[in-house]
């Protein structure tokens, strides 16, 4: 179950920095409210995580999940970059992570 949780919280972390940008600077009172609550969401479920998971692996997918999310939510409703090598560096974290979770313990 606390992979679930890690998860869900890496959900929660890319929700809350996607409401952010919508939120412009927390002037829209509706994506403030959204990343709030995502920001909620994400630390409930890593602290429910980090009861099974070791710290150093947890936090890496948690951040791995959150920067891989943002990335790709960039790329398609924010027209950011797609260039070979943002994708590349983007495989990496991707290898980290899996590799985190390999190795990772429970």
Same mark, same amino acid.
Request: net charge positive.
């Given at each position: 179950?606390?992979?679930? $949780?890690?998860?869900?919280?890496?959900?929660?972390?890319?929700?809350?920095?996607? $409401?952010?940008?919508?939120?412009?600077?927390?002037? *829209?009172? *509706?994506?403030?409210?959204?990343?709030?609550?995502?920001?909620?969401?994400?630390?409930?479920?890593?602290?429910?995580?980090?009861?099974?998971?070791?710290?150093?692996?947890?936090?890496?997918?948690?951040?791995?999940i959150?920067?891989?999310?943002?990335v790709?939510?960039?790329?398609?409703?924010? *027209?950011?970059?797609?260039?070979?090598?943002?994708?590349?560096?983007?495989?990496?974290?991707?290898?980290?992570?899996?590799?985190?979770?390999?190795?990772?313990?429970?």
């Open positions: 179950m606390a992979w679930i $949780f890690l998860f869900i919280s890496g959900l929660g972390e890319v929700g809350g920095v996607t $409401f952010m940008k919508l939120s412009d600077g927390f002037r *829209k009172w *509706k994506f403030t409210m959204g990343a709030i609550a995502s920001g909620f969401v994400s630390f409930y479920f890593l602290s429910r995580a980090l009861q099974d998971v070791p710290i150093s692996t947890a936090y890496g997918i948690w951040t791995g959150g920067s891989i999310g943002s790709l939510l960039g790329m398609i409703f924010f *027209k950011e970059s797609r260039d070979f090598r943002k994708l590349l560096f983007l495989s990496m974290i991707v290898i980290g992570v899996v590799g985190l979770k390999l190795v990772g313990g429970h």
